[in-house]
C-alpha cells in the first residue's frame, strides 16, 4: 500500500509470481520438518546444497552455460551431502549418532528436497528481474505459503495450537524472523550481485553450528564437519566464480 504496487503484480508476471511463492514456502515447510527430524546444523548444511541445483536449473530453463568448475564444485557439494546424510547402503545401518536413523534419513532427504525448491525459487527470482518490486515477491511467498499450510494441516488432522504460553510466542517469532531473512533475501539480490550474496549466506552454516552447540547441546560428528565443509567450498566457489565472470563481462563491455 505504502508504494501503491498492485497486490496481484505485472500480468506477464503473475505465473512467475506464483511459482516463487509455492516453491519458496515448500522449500521453507521441507526445511522445517528437517529441522525437526535431524540436528539443525545437519539441516542447514544440506540446503546449502541449493547453489549446485542452481547451476543445473539454470543451465536447463534460463539456457546458462555450465563451466566445468560448475561440475567440479557440485562434485564438493554432493560430496558433502552423502558424508552429512550417511544413506545406510553406503555406511550401514548404524553409522550415525542419532537416536534414529531412520528419522536422519527422512531428514536428509527433506532438506535436500528443500534445497531443490530453493534451487528453483532462484531460478524463478532471476527471470522475474527488476520487473517485479521485491516486497511483492515476498507478499506472495507470505499468502501462497499461509494456504498451503492452512490445506495440509486439516488434510494431515495436525490443526491446533501448541498449549504452552512460551511455545506460541516462538512460533510468532518464527514467523517474523522467518519473513524477515526472506526480505533481506530479496533485497540483498536487488542491490548486490548474486555472488557476494551468496557469500555471505554461508555463514548461516557458522551460525546453525555454533547455536546448536550453544542452545541445543550437540556437539556435531566429524563427518557433518567433514561435509560441511564440502558444501561450503562447493557454494562459495560457484559464487565467487559467477561473481568473478560477470564481473569481467562488465569491464569488456564498459571497455
Given at each position: 500500500?505504502?508504494?501503491?504496487?498492485?497486490?496481484?503484480?505485472?500480468?506477464?508476471?503473475?505465473?512467475?509470481?506464483?511459482?516463487?511463492?509455492?516453491?519458496?514456502?515448500?522449500?521453507?515447510?521441507?526445511?522445517?520438518?528437517?529441522?525437526?527430524?535431524?540436528?539443525?546444523?545437519?539441516?542447514?548444511?544440506?540446503?546449502?546444497?541449493?547453489p549446485a541445483f542452481t547451476c543445473i536449473?539454470?543451465?536447463?530453463?534460463l539456457k546458462e552455460k555450465c563451466k566445468?568448475?560448475?561440475?567440479?564444485?557440485?562434485?564438493?557439494?554432493?560430496?558433502?551431502?552423502?558424508?552429512?546424510?550417511?544413506?545406510?547402503?553406503?555406511?550401514?545401518?548404524?553409522?550415525?549418532?542419532?537416536?534414529?536413523?531412520?528419522?536422519?534419513?527422512?531428514?536428509?532427504?527433506?532438506?535436500?528436497?528443500?534445497?531443490?525448491?530453493?534451487?528453483?525459487?532462484?531460478?524463478?527470482?532471476?527471470?522475474?528481474?527488476?520487473?517485479?518490486?521485491?516486497?511483492?515477491?515476498?507478499?506472495?511467498?507470505?499468502?501462497?505459503?499461509?494456504?498451503?499450510?492452512?490445506?495440509?494441516?486439516?488434510?494431515?488432522?495436525?490443526?491446533?495450537?501448541?498449549?504452552?504460553?512460551?511455545?506460541?510466542?516462538?512460533?510468532?517469532?518464527?514467523?517474523?524472523?522467518?519473513?524477515?531473512?526472506?526480505?533481506?533475501?530479496?533485497?540483498?539480490?536487488?542491490?548486490?550481485?548474486?555472488?557476494?550474496?551468496?557469500?555471505?549466506?554461508?555463514?548461516?552454516?557458522?551460525f546453525a553450528f555454533i547455536f546448536q552447540?550453544?542452545?541445543?547441546?550437540?556437539?556435531?560428528?566429524?563427518?557433518?564437519?567433514?561435509?560441511?565443509?564440502?558444501?561450503?567450498?562447493?557454494?562459495?566457489?560457484?559464487?565467487?566464480?559467477?561473481?568473478?565472470?560477470?564481473?569481467?563481462?562488465?569491464?569488456?563491455?564498459?571497455?
Amino acid at each position: 500500500i505504502f508504494y501503491r504496487i498492485g497486490f496481484l503484480g505485472p500480468k506477464d508476471q503473475r505465473i512467475f509470481l506464483f511459482l516463487r511463492g509455492l516453491l519458496g514456502s515448500t522449500a521453507m515447510i521441507l526445511l522445517y520438518y528437517a529441522v525437526q527430524s535431524m540436528p539443525l546444523a545437519d539441516a542447514t548444511v544440506i540446503t546449502f546444497s541449493s547453489p549446485a541445483f542452481t547451476c543445473i536449473f539454470a543451465c536447463i530453463f534460463l539456457k546458462e552455460k555450465c563451466k566445468i568448475w560448475d561440475i567440479v564444485f557440485m562434485f564438493f557439494t554432493i560430496t558433502g551431502v552423502v558424508l552429512i546424510a550417511r544413506p545406510p547402503f553406503l555406511f550401514g545401518s548404524n553409522n550415525s549418532f542419532e537416536d534414529d536413523d531412520s528419522d536422519h534419513m527422512k531428514g536428509s532427504i527433506a532438506a535436500v528436497a528443500s534445497a531443490v525448491c530453493a534451487s528453483l525459487t532462484l531460478v524463478v527470482l532471476r527471470k522475474m528481474g527488476k520487473s517485479v518490486h521485491y516486497l511483492l515477491s515476498i507478499w506472495f511467498y507470505a499468502v501462497i505459503g499461509l494456504i498451503e499450510c492452512v490445506i495440509a494441516l486439516f488434510v494431515i488432522g495436525a490443526w491446533s495450537l501448541p498449549y504452552c504460553g512460551i511455545d506460541r510466542w516462538l512460533l510468532v517469532f518464527i514467523g517474523i524472523l522467518g519473513l524477515g531473512g526472506q526480505a533481506f533475501l530479496v533485497k540483498a539480490l536487488h542491490i548486490e550481485k548474486a555472488g557476494p550474496v551468496s557469500v555471505m549466506r554461508t555463514m548461516d552454516v557458522v551460525f546453525a553450528f555454533i547455536f546448536q552447540a550453544l542452545f541445543l547441546d550437540r556437539i556435531p560428528t566429524w563427518l557433518t564437519i567433514g561435509g560441511a565443509l564440502c558444501i561450503v567450498a562447493g557454494t562459495a566457489g560457484t559464487a565467487i566464480l559467477n561473481w568473478y565472470t560477470s564481473s569481467r563481462k562488465a569491464k569488456g563491455s564498459n571497455l
